[in-house]
């Protein structure tokens, strides 16, 4: 019995690594940031005037995807000492030593590359473009600059998780109007007060590894401020496609209502119970809540706009 049994444990263990190995190349592209970079990539597709074969539709998504993924294993790769001081971050497969710092790089640039060559070859060399150009955005003006040197790092930054409706857009009609740009308004307002919310209770994270994130540098009661404002401006920049005629009055509708959702838990954020510094007296509750609903308002807003687009249109 111990003859056969054995190397057959011995090809589960194999299997069971190898599968274990698999799962750390993924983990290096940041799957869950991925959900809404491409979600929001294909509705900017969906929603632009014109015509794409659906196979290169497809493929213009997929490499959004593999793009983003690739920007993610090149972040990564450079942050990887940060990483390995935060607590959130310091599993991931490089500061965890399942993956070799080089073998990372290697990876992200091979995909960044290839992505942008078929999406230019699939679709058209405008749209390649704008992804080459959001992928370095990402890694160089944000992760290399920005990240490490400024409280407005998120600000700026998150211009490169914005790009992705002006690329779908630009996939299917080789050009970049005003609706592309307020697409892209719109995520570049939300990521503000989305990472920001997640920093309230993440600051002793950032402050270990040296990361000058608005609540480590200007303080809890200035980011729950900030976070307020943002949010404002967000809740306008919702109802855009509606007010240049893009969208109807159901999307209008949804984009109110949202906006006011996100507006209410970003006052209960700031009129969370403090102590005199802005820090939370009940493990920043209110926050946590704005972040989960921040997941869900891009969705939400963007799900709506195609539906309009697509079926009320």
């Known amino acids: 019995m111990s003859s056969t049994t054995l190397p057959v444990a011995g090809q589960a263990s194999a299997a069971g690594s190898d599968l274990s190995e698999v799962r750390d190349w993924i983990a290096l592209l940041k799957p869950r940031v991925l959900t809404l970079v ?8 969906l929603v632009a005037p ?7 539709g497809l493929t213009a998504v997929l490499c959004i995807t593999v793009g983003a993924g690739a920007a993610g294993a090149l972040n990564m790769w450079y942050d990887r000492d940060i990483d390995a001081v ?11 030593g399942r993956i070799a710092p080089n073998a ?3 990876f992200g640039m091979v995909l ?25 955005f990402y890694v160089v003006v944000y992760t290399a600059w920005l990240k490490r040197r400024t409280s407005q790092n998120i600000v700026i930054g998150g211009a490169a998780g914005a790009f992705p409706p002006i690329i779908g857009w630009a996939a299917v009609t080789g050009d970049v109007t005003l609706v592309p740009w307020l697409l892209f308004t719109i995520v570049f307002a939300w990521t503000p007060p989305h990472f920001w919310a997640l920093s309230l209770w993440a600051h002793g994270d950032y402050a270990r590894a040296g990361v000058p994130m608005l609540p480590v540098v200007e303080g809890a009661r200035e980011t729950r401020k900030q976070i307020v404002i943002y949010t404002v401006v967000l809740a306008l920049a919702g109802l855009a496609p509606w007010l240049v005629g893009f969208a109807g009055p159901a999307y209008a509708a949804v984009a ?16 969370e119970k403090q102590d005199e510094t802005g820090r939370s007296l009940v493990n920043d509750a209110a926050a946590r809540r704005t ?13 709506a706009l195609a539906i309009d687009r697509l079926v009320l249109g």
């Open 38 to 45: 491409v979600f929001t990539g294909l509705i900017g597709l």
């Open 50 to 56: 014109g015509h794409i074969h659906p196979v290169l």
């Open 86 to 96: 935060m607590r959130r971050t310091q599993r991931r497969p490089i500061p965890a």
């Open 104 to 106: 990372a790089l290697g």
């Open 112 to 136: 960044a590359v290839a992505s942008v060559a078929i999406m230019g070859l699939a679709t058209n060399w405008v749209a390649a473009g704008w992804l080459a150009f959001s992928i370095l």
């Open 256 to 271: 109110a209502a949202l906006g006011g959702g996100f507006l209410y838990h970003a006052i209960r954020t700031w009129r």
């Open 291 to 303: 972040f989960a609903f921040s997941l869900t308002y891009l969705f939400i807003l963007f799900g």
